[in-house]
Every structure is written in C-alpha cells, then in structure tokens.
C-alpha cells in the first residue's frame, strides 16, 4: 500500500505545484497566499508519504484529497484533477491493502512449508 499511495502523494505534488502558476494569474490573490496555501499542501503531500502506515496518514490523504478538490473555486481544473486523484488514492489505499494481505498470506504459506514436519 505505502508504494501506491506514496506515488500517488508525488504526483499531488506537481499538480499542486502547477496549480498555484496557474493560480498566480488570479488578481485576486497574492503570490504570498498562493505560494503559502500551495507550499503547505506540497510539504503535506510529501511528508504523507513516509506516514501513510501510521495511524491517521491514511485520513491526512483524505484532508488532501478534498483540499485538491476544494481549490477548484480557484483553479477550476483542479476540480477534475482533484476528483482524479481522489479516485487514485481511494485505489491505492484500496489494492494497497488487498497485496498487503496477499504478501502476509504468501509469507505465512512460506514459513509453514519451511518449518519442520512433525516439529
């Protein structure tokens, strides 16, 4: 799982970062606000990536996810591409689990056809 929803966070990471060149065109905001809001949700998106296994990574993706969704009032592409990688992460996190379980049934398969008979 952490394979799959780390790629997925790095990907986040350019978008968001070509989100907010997009978004510096807006009169309405600053390049300080666009590159704070944009900064923070880059420095997130990589640092999910080495706490996707611990408690609460998997719901910080969410936040993520909805975040990415949510600047589409600003950038209105990111409402497609936020409902992309939401879909994405929902996928990683689900495969992710269902090879976790088969690497754990495979390994426990391993380990019983190497333990001794009759031991």
Same mark, same amino acid.
């Given at each position: ?67 990415? %969704? ?12 936020? %409902? ?36």
């Amino acid at each position: 799982m952490r394979t799959l929803c780390a790629s997925t966070l790095i990907g986040e990471f350019f978008v968001i970062g070509f989100a907010g060149l997009v978004a510096m065109k807006s009169d309405d905001l600053t390049n300080a606000t666009v590159w704070t809001v944009c900064g923070i949700g880059m420095l997130l998106s990589v640092l999910l990536c080495g706490m996707i296994t611990r408690p609460g990574g998997i719901q910080l993706g969410w936040v993520l996810q909805i975040a990415l %969704v949510l600047s589409g009032f600003v950038v209105p592409m990111m409402f497609i591409l936020g %409902v992309v990688f939401a879909g994405l992460w929902w996928a990683s996190v689900h495969y992710g689990r269902k090879i976790d379980e088969a690497k754990a049934r495979w390994a426990a398969a391993q380990e019983a056809a190497e333990a001794p008979a009759g031991g």
